[in-house]
DNA sequence: TATTGTTATACTCTATAACTATA
DNA sequence: TATAGTTATAGAGTATAACAATA
């Protein structure tokens, strides 16, 4: 007595594609001079600045402390802006500059050039579907 | 001068999917006694038994000296069979045991009552494209 | 005393290298 | 000598805990 045949659970399908789309990622982001956390930094501060670095790190699910040595990083690159806040000089009020945004668009542009390539597998349908169902479970995030 | 809106990059939306998913699993996991190396081994043995352990560890991308202590478990839990092969005593024929597939089905059907509630989110033309799709780039992995 | 950011420490997971047994 | 499996060691990445500055 054997159960009904069953899809591959998500995870499953999940992880060799994330470690795909990560490894298709890494050289391109090097080439740019970014780490896989500097460049989601950026991508954070581009969407909005923060107030602290604490809420900066949650915005992208590190730990406050794993992101000091990339936030080091990019302010000496010239990517972000870290400044005390005036009015409480604990807090760092954390923003992207000029040349952080168009080294951050021009790492995204190549990066999704990639990506393209590799969606093509799929019909126009499918490929619209499934980024839009990427999007929409990814917002639905609690 | 600004560049054109982009959509995220797959990676950074795989991320937090594939960690919800496997944080969803987990608990499941648990109640039936099972890590997920564990259920990662059992679901590929059930597609196909295999001969030795490192081929094993490579069908599941992981090493050969990882899944060591999991195959140990399993063993001892009676869920797979694990013996030297009479013609070359140094390998390892593998194979899932009827109580090995019985806990596997459990804990995968489990697994997917959760997630197809979690998939009731997206319009029902979505999640099916949106599963092909996923299927489909999966399948594709070199 | 509580909070932000930082540094130092410990822990988990994984891979590398050394070892045993078979061939 | 080469290979499958195992064990022991070391490394990377991460989180936890202690610390300094400010409120």
Known sequence: MTSPPQRPDLAAMLAPLLRETAAAELPVLEEHGLTMWGYS?????DRSSMRTQAALAEAIRADKTR???TLDELQAQGYIERRPDPD???VRLLAITESGRAVKDAAQTAIQRGED???SKLSPTDR????RALQQLTDAQP
Chains 1, 2 share one sequence.
Do not use: N
């Open 128 to 131: 619209d579907a499934f980024l």
């Open 117 to 119: 390539r590799w969606l």
């Open 41 to 45: 930094v950026l991508v954070a501060l």
């Open 67 to 69: 992101i000091i040595p």
């Open 88 to 90: 409480d000089r604990r």
